[in-house]
Nanobody, 127 residues
Framework: QLQLVESGGGLVQPGGSLRLSCVVS????????IGWFRQAPGEEREWVSC????????RYADSVKDRFTISRDNAKNTVFLQMNSLQPEDTAVYYC????????????????????WGQGTQVTGSS
């Protein structure tokens, strides 16, 4: 059973930066495509970004494009989400999620594809 643990959340002033980490255990990260999602209070969970199993393909939601960067280090079983220019509207619990893939392919945004989820880490952009 794959396990994912997020860390790196916190309180940040507008314009600040945070780097989230997602450490995977129970299997080798290289077999999985990874996504980041977030859920703000009273809102539905939404997709933020994803990265393919080798890292060759990355995608971003329009709301975070040019501010967030996803990356992965398969040797360390860790995926990162670098978040710059944070704003109060980025306040949410951030989740990483994974699904196993056989071949390298473009990563996907649909939540239903993802079989394994972390517990989340809180990011709060102060106003």
């Amino acid at each position: 059973q794959l396990q994912l643990v997020e860390s790196g959340g916190g309180l940040v002033q507008p314009g600040g930066s945070l780097r989230l980490s997602c450490v995977v255990s129970g299997d080798t990260l290289e077999h999985y495509s990874i996504g980041w999602f977030r859920q703000a209070p009273g809102e539905e969970r939404e997709w933020v970004s994803c990265i393919s199993k080798t890292g060759k393909s990355t995608r971003y939601a329009d709301s975070v494009k040019d501010r967030f960067t996803i990356s992965r280090d398969n040797a360390k079983n860790t995926v990162f989400l670098q978040m710059n220019s944070l704003q109060p509207e980025d306040t949410a619990v951030y989740y990483c999620a994974a699904f196993r893939v056989a071949l390298e392919a473009m990563c996907v945004s649909g939540q239903l594809y993802y079989d394994f989820w972390g517990q989340g880490t809180q990011v709060t952009g102060s106003s």
